[in-house]
T-cell receptor, first 113, second 112 residues
Framework: ELKVEQNPLFLSMQEGKNYTIYCNYS?????LYWYRQDPGKSLESLFV?????AVKQEGRLMASLDTKARLSTLHITAAVHDLSATYFC?????????????FGGGTRLMVKP | EAQVTQNPRYLITVTGKKLTVTCSQN?????MSWYRQDPGLGLRQIYY???????DKGDVPEGYKVSRKEKRNFPLILESPSPNQTSLYFC???????????FGPGTRLTVT
């Protein structure tokens, strides 16, 4: 069974600081996704990582994937209040019939002015 | 505008009364999926469909049914809802690999 764990579950940080969110998963996969969810809203796709060593950057967010370590990171540079949201990673796992997407528990990020 | 729509957005119902939550996408996507989101448990996949007439169970399929008779629609059916199905439900769709999914706005269901 594929398990996906995110750390930390909750993160409170000051504007201007840097921090990293970690996403560990338990079985082989080379497809990992990051999503953002604002309170009361739906999920928005941030990054799609498709191979070992993949790195994607958008603004103050950078995501990377290490398939050998079964680890993805989402790095936040010089945080601003607008980044406050819950961030989810999701991993493609395989069941008997095909693919199944498993989400981590989410990291709730609060950026304080 | 490319979008995934769900209806209803909010629903309060009673135990045992059959209900259907509709999901429709206008992006000609092959892949569609249903999730439920519960506090502390994140998102869990209920059912997914790789294409028309092909569906399969996700993590938590018990108590739910789906059908995919046409590409754009993927309704979620609760034949006999129970209070433990009170949750926030999301429908999502994507083209074929990679699965960058587009999520609908969500349906908040309360079963009393």
């Amino acid at each position: 069974e594929l398990k996906v764990e995110q750390n930390p579950l909750f993160l409170s940080m000051q504007e201007g600081k840097n921090y990293t969110i970690y996403c560990n998963y338990s079985t082989t996969s080379d497809r990992l996704y990051w999503y953002r969810q604002d309170p009361g809203k739906s999920l928005e796709s941030l990054f799609v990582l498709l191979s070992n060593g993949a790195v994607k950057q958008e603004g103050r967010l950078m995501a990377s994937l290490d398939t050998k370590a079964r680890l993805s990171t989402l790095h936040i540079t010089a945080a601003v209040h607008d980044l406050s949201a819950t961030y989810f990673c999701a991993v493609d796992g395989y069941n008997n019939a095909g693919n199944m997407l498993t989400f981590g528990g989410g990291t709730r990020l609060m950026v304080k002015p | 505008e490319a979008q995934v729509t769900q209806n209803p957005r909010y629903l309060i119902t009673v135990t045992g009364k059959k209900l259907t939550v509709t999901c429709s996408q206008n992006m000609n996507h092959e892949y569609m999926s249903w999730y439920r989101q519960d506090p502390g448990l994140g998102l869990r996949q209920i059912y997914y469909s790789m294409n028309v007439e092909v569906t399969d169970k996700g993590d938590v399929p018990e108590g739910y049914k789906v059908s995919r008779k046409e590409k754009r629609n993927f309704p979620l059916i609760l034949e006999s809802p129970s209070p433990n199905q009170t949750s926030l439900y999301f429908c999502a769709s994507s083209a074929t690999l990679p699965y960058e999914q587009y999520f609908g706005p969500g349906t908040r269901l309360t079963v009393t």
